[in-house]
């Protein structure tokens, strides 16, 4: 019922900067919790960003603070990942997700509580 596609990734030397994007099709929530996971090479995914149906209340992995920036845009239809200073061990499969329910903030860290997930972006920072 509802689809989610990243894109924005690519290849990015470190300190560089990248905007992932991803889109919703469907029927339109109101409602829906959003958030980025990523996944490394011979890692499990993990969680890096999240943000509430308002959009005013967003939350960061501690790897990530400081350097990365959600939002979601209500026209659009999207939420965006604006990542700066970016490391060589940013390099994941990016990965957006959603959860309609209303959960505790604190708990939208947890990948089991999202319902839909998108097919991933390709994410390289070079040395």
């Known amino acids: 019922q509802v689809q989610l596609v990243e894109s924005g990734g690519g290849l990015v030397q470190a300190g560089g900067s990248l905007r992932l994007s991803c889109a919703a099709s469907?029927?339109?929530?109101?409602?829906?919790?959003m958030g980025w996971f990523r996944q490394a090479p011979g890692k499990e995914r993990e969680f890096v960003s999240a943000?509430?149906?308002?959009?005013?209340?967003?939350y960061y992995a501690d790897s990530v603070k400081g350097r990365f920036t959600i939002s979601r845009d209500y026209v659009k239809d999207t939420v965006n990942l604006q990542m700066n200073s970016l490391k060589p061990e940013d390099t994941a499969v990016y990965y957006c997700?959603?959860?309609?329910?209303?959960?505790?903030?604190?708990?939208?860290?947890?990948?089991?509580?999202?319902?839909?997930w998108g097919q991933g972006t390709q994410v390289t920072v070079s040395s």
């Open positions: 943000i509430t149906w308002s959009g005013i209340s967003t």
């Open positions: 469907g029927r339109t929530f109101t409602n829906y919790r």
């Open positions: 997700a959603a959860v309609s329910r209303a959960i505790d903030p604190r708990l939208l860290s947890n990948q089991r509580m999202y319902d839909y």
